[in-house]
């Protein structure tokens, strides 16, 4: 069945390093990748996502990247912040099954 | 814009108890509303997903006869856990979503499920 791949689980950087989560996909019928941020107990808030037609897409310190042959898609955190941390959420949408699939998610400690 | 509302955000009941959430899009139409779970830890599981005045399709291994989810309406969906007990205990959070999903979703606040 589909399934997402995301690495790492745990991420620790110092503040101002870059930060980079990785996710590999299987259905080649995704054509949407979006990534969340969930501070715990709370929603998943949609930080950054790309479409299919799209190599990379940038909004301020946060960066995506998507190699479609390969079937992988990054997120790029630079100058990170003690307020990044949480966990990240990768998620592939699929216009096959018209559904999202979810990364295992990946817990980020930006240490002060 | 894009607001979703879902309620009640934290549940605390008894075993054998039956408990709806619901979801709703306050500002727009959700042609389709995806029911999640997530365990401690853990990732968004899709259950089902919800598409309006139709029936839901449900995920393989989640029982449809034990979570019943309901989508009346453009921007009402309702999950009913029937007859809950301490494995159901989870963080239940649902997401809507406008032309099949094909635009993204946007979550609710999620319900803390708690079965005694």
């Known amino acids: 069945g589909e399934n997402v791949e995301q690495h790492p689980s745990t991420l620790s950087v110092q503040e101002g390093d870059s930060a980079v989560i990785k996710c590999t996909y299987s259905d080649s019928a995704s054509n949407y990748f979006p990534w969340y941020k969930q501070e715990l107990g709370k929603r998943p808030q949609l930080i950054i996502d790309?479409?299919?037609?799209?190599g990379e897409k940038k909004d301020q310190r946060i960066a995506v990247t998507l190699n479609k042959t390969a079937k992988h898609f990054s997120l790029h955190i630079t100058e990170t912040q003690p307020e990044d941390s949480a966990v990240y959420f990768c998620a592939a949408f699929s216009a096959g099954t018209y559904k999202y699939i979810f990364g295992t998610g990946t817990r980020l400690k930006v240490l002060a | 814009g894009a607001v979703v509302s879902q309620h009640p955000s934290r549940v605390i009941c008894k075993s054998g108890t039956s408990v709806k959430i619901e979801c709703r899009s306050l500002d727009f139409q959700a042609t389709t509303m995806f029911w999640y779970r997530q365990f401690p830890k853990q990732s968004l599981m899709l259950m089902a997903t919800s598409n309006e005045g139709s029936k839901a399709t449900y995920e393989q291994g989640v029982e449809k006869d034990k979570f019943l989810i309901n989508h009346a309406s453009l921007t009402l969906s309702t999950l009913t856990v029937t007859s809950a007990h301490p494995e159901d205990s989870s963080f239940y959070i649902c997401s809507a979503s406008a032309d099949r999903g094909l635009q993204p979703q946007h979550f609710g606040d999620g319900t803390r499920l708690s079965i005694l």
């Open positions: 790309i479409r299919s037609n799209v």
